[in-house]
Nanobody, 120 residues
Framework: VPLVETGGGSVQPGGSLTLSCMAS?????IAWFCQAPGTARQGVAA???????LYLDNLKARITISRGNATNVMYLQMNNLQPWETGMYYC??????????????????WGQGTKVTVSS
């Protein structure tokens, strides 16, 4: 399942970004992961089915994951970004099952990532 992420860029602390992930077809589950320099890739949020969502607890107040009207597109809106959230953001998908998990090993397909830099 080819995945293409867009929407990364540079933003000042406290700013917002919306990332997009486009899949080649409908996937039952799609997720976002973040990998800061020198750290492991960490699950941020997932959308399961058409409307189920899963969030990393400490980010839940500042991020929103959703599917677009075209259900092969998924968005991650991030508000009040902080410098430690700088990193590569990856889209992941499971085309054939509902995955209520933010563990990296639970996801089969990955995009190439989009870079987010939070800096003043």
């Amino acid at each position: 399942v080819p995945l293409v992420e867009t929407g990364g860029g540079s933003v000042q602390p406290g700013g917002s970004l919306t990332l997009s992930c486009m899949a080649s077809g409908f996937s039952k589950s799609i997720a976002w992961f973040c990998q800061a320099p020198g750290t492991a890739r960490q699950g941020v949020a997932a959308v399961v089915g058409t409307s189920g969502t899963l969030y990393l607890d400490n980010l839940k107040a500042r991020i929103t994951i959703s599917r677009g009207n075209a259900t092969n597109v998924m968005y991650l809106q991030m508000n009040n970004l902080q410098p430690w959230e700088t990193g590569m953001y990856y889209c992941a998908a499971n085309s054939d099952r509902f995955s209520y998990s933010l563990l990296r090993e639970s996801w089969n397909y990955w995009g190439q990532g989009t870079k987010v830099t939070v800096s003043s």
